[in-house]
């Protein structure tokens, strides 16, 4: 590899990622991701997110370089073996700054985690959610009847959000999508965008005879009370991207989709 660029690669555990992961180890040079300054890393939409999370865990946010191997790939450059080092050469960057959820379940327990598609509140039961929604310590709504609610980033807009009829975010917005998920009251309450500066608190109302789950990507905490969520501006994560696929083409032409 060129100048002082060091390599790690991390591939999902199917068939396919592997296989690509078998030729590309034995064509370019790569370090343990202990000693890398960029990771490489080959699978889905899914395998990326767990990447970035891994990152997250260990306090070491290096650039990610996604190739598809999985099903969408929306994240994903395609899947090429060959001229990597020019790739990587011509990438461009996108800079992500995930949301951080942190909930105190119906026991007292603490649990903080980072998201960087959304943050999810869903019920556990039958039984619809109960909740009271503040925006920067402001109450907007005293009671939100439905089967969850969502916040998502504008990277994370065209996932969970998009299926739950929620916007699709420009990534240089700066804002955040507040997305209720099958609504029963208020009835017409179709969700908001708000500025990503914006802090969010749901406190469920009924959390023992209701009881609800919040999920910051795939990280599930059960019986929460009080959810608070904002984005996180210490923790930045950086995706590159091939300059004729970059992340906000992408979100743009998918606001034209049918």
């Excluded at 064509?27 to 300054?37: F, K, M, S």
């Excluded at 060959?82 to 649990?111: Q, W």
């Excluded at 210490?234 to 590159?240: A, E, G, I, R, Y």
Aim: hydrophobic share 45%; proline share 7%.
């Amino acid at each position: 590899m060129t100048g002082d660029r060091r390599l790690a690669l991390a591939a999902s555990p199917t068939e396919a990622a592997q296989a690509a992961a078998t030729e590309l180890r034995a064509r370019y040079e790569w370090v343990p991701i202990e000693q890398a300054n960029m990771v490489v890393a080959l699978g889905g939409d899914g395998f990326l997110l767990h990447t970035l999370h891994a990152m997250l865990d260990r306090h070491r946010n290096l650039p990610v370089f996604g190739m598809n191997l999985g099903t969408v790939g929306f994240l994903m450059n395609d899947w090429r073996p060959d001229f990597l080092e020019n790739r990587l050469e011509r990438a461009k960057t996108f800079s992500v700054a995930p949301l951080r959820m942190e909930a105190v379940t119906v026991d007292g327990e603490t649990i903080a985690c980072a998201a960087i598609n959304e943050v999810s509140l869903l019920r556990e039961t039958r039984q619809t959610a109960r909740l009271e929604v503040a925006v920067d310590g402001s109450i907007v709504l005293p009671e939100l009847v439905c089967d969850g609610v969502l916040v998502a980033t504008p990277a994370g807009s065209t996932a969970y959000n998009l299926s739950a009829q929620g916007p699709i975010l420009p990534l240089d917005s700066s804002m955040i999508a507040l997305t209720p998920i099958s609504p029963f009251r208020p009835r017409r309450w179709r969700g908001a965008i708000l500025p990503d500066r914006t802090r969010i608190t749901f406190r469920v109302l009924d959390p023992v005879k209701r009881p609800v789950s919040a999920v910051a990507d795939q990280r599930e905490v059960r019986d929460v009370a009080t959810v608070e969520v904002a984005i996180d501006r210490s923790n930045p994560l950086t995706l590159l991207f091939d300059p004729e696929h970059a992340l906000d083409d992408r979100i743009t032409r998918e606001q034209f989709a049918i």
